[in-house]
């Protein structure tokens, strides 16, 4: 933005700071419950801003407030708000804010560069589901956030490494559901999602022009749902022979998606499916209490499908082998014997 408004006179920028000609020394400093006590350093500094403040717990906040203390002293927070009870929340909407506090509620009403490309999508949400538009284009709260499967998520602008062990998962669409094939790779505790291709109402023969718009799946396997064994068939015959069928069984869902939550999750902006439906998947609630219910509910799950396929093989890789005790026998005959 400097350099955008031509204002390098006013500033020099340096590697870990910015300062200004008239003093001011401007860093950039994560929150994070581990990395909180830093800022107990920070004594001097009369601005704080901080930026997508929804994620900030209390401990955060209760270290920064007296931090940030100096004569004429602001601290400055902007959020999405999710739930009435983050401790954001409570501070400056909660019923006893701080004496001297200012809340401006701002959503993209209030903006006047607003493009047309993002009216076409706002509308698009508010026809398609209200609760989202809500939530994330009128800044009320998301509604059953309690009820939200996946909250160990982010999205990131990365570069995968060519040395990437790449998983790709498909799911099969049918009427007004999609046909989604997704790509990730697995980084120690970091699951990444990189790439995504997703289109309703495909038809068979579509289906291997929507899968190359993956970088490299012919070259990797492809983990599909088994559900459709006619369309596999097809894949393998044009140009995907390392598809195979993803194994289903009892709780194979609840597993699945217990493996995806055991991770920190990264997601390309690119792919923004993905990213709607770790939004959107959530489990079932009670119609007359609103309790959340141990049932993960049927819907924007079909990318959150092809993810578990995609990571069958690591989470069977990365279950504990139960080594099997040989036991004793006895034959007709009377003699003994052994079986393992």
Same mark, same amino acid.
């Given at each position: 933005k400097i350099v955008e408004m031509d204002a390098g006179y006013y500033f020099e920028v340096q590697d870990k700071r910015i300062l200004t000609k008239r003093g001011g020394h401007i860093i950039f400093e994560g929150l994070q419950n581990h990395t909180a006590d830093s800022i107990k350093s920070l004594e001097g500094f009369k601005r704080a801003w901080v930026e997508e403040a929804q994620s900030l717990s209390q401990r955060s906040t209760d270290i920064?407030?007296?931090?940030?203390?100096? #004569?004429?002293?602001?601290?400055?927070?902007?959020?999405?708000?999710?739930?009435?009870? /983050? =401790?954001? /929340? @409570? @501070? @400056?909407?909660?019923?006893?804010?701080?004496?001297?506090?200012?809340?401006?509620?701002?959503?993209?009403? /209030?903006?006047?560069? !607003?493009?047309?490309? *993002?009216?076409?999508?706002?509308?698009y949400d508010r026809r398609r589901d209200p609760d989202k538009f809500a939530h994330v284009w009128m800044g009320k709260y998301a509604k059953n956030?309690?009820?939200?499967?996946?909250?160990?998520?982010?999205?990131?602008?990365?570069?995968? =490494?060519?040395?990437?062990?790449?998983?790709?998962?498909? #799911?099969?669409?049918f009427a007004v559901d999609p046909s989604v094939l997704v790509r990730c790779f697995i980084d120690g505790k970091r699951l990444y999602v990189d790439h995504e291709a997703h289109m309703i109402g495909c038809e068979i023969d579509q289906l291997p022009d929507l899968f190359d718009r993956v970088p490299d799946s012919r070259r990797w396997f492809i983990t599909a749902d088994s559900s459709r064994p006619e369309t596999i068939s097809?894949?393998?015959?044009?140009?995907?022979?390392?598809?195979?069928a993803a194994i289903k069984g009892p709780r194979s869902i609840e597993e699945g998606v217990e493996f995806?939550?055991?991770?920190?999750?990264?997601?390309?902006?690119?792919?923004?499916?993905?990213?709607?439906? !770790?939004? *959107?998947?959530?489990?079932?609630? #009670?119609?007359?209490?609103?309790?959340? *219910?141990?049932?993960?509910?049927?819907?924007?799950?079909?990318?959150?499908?092809? @993810?578990?396929?995609?990571?069958?093989?690591?989470?069977?890789?990365?279950? =504990?082998k139960v080594e099997a005790k040989a036991k004793p026998v006895y034959l007709p005959s009377g003699s003994q014997g052994w079986m393992a």
């Open positions: 920064l407030r007296p931090t940030i203390r100096a #004569d004429g002293a602001e601290m400055w927070f902007s959020w999405n708000p999710v739930d009435e009870n /983050d =401790p954001i /929340d @409570l @501070l @400056l909407r909660g019923p006893v804010p701080p004496a001297g506090a200012i809340v401006v509620e701002v959503n993209y009403v /209030d903006n006047r560069w !607003l493009p047309d490309s *993002m009216r076409e999508e706002i509308e956030s309690n009820a939200r499967v996946f909250r160990n998520w982010t999205i990131e602008e990365f570069d995968s =490494p060519p040395s990437s062990v790449f998983r790709l998962g498909a #799911d099969w669409g097809y894949m393998r015959n044009h140009g995907y022979p390392k598809m195979n995806l939550k055991s991770f920190d999750i990264v997601v390309h902006p690119r792919c923004t499916h993905v990213i709607d439906e !770790l939004t *959107m998947y959530s489990y079932e609630t #009670d119609p007359l209490t609103g309790v959340v *219910m141990p049932k993960l509910k049927d819907k924007h799950n079909h990318t959150i499908d092809a @993810l578990r396929y995609a990571c069958e093989g690591a989470r069977k890789a990365s279950k =504990p």
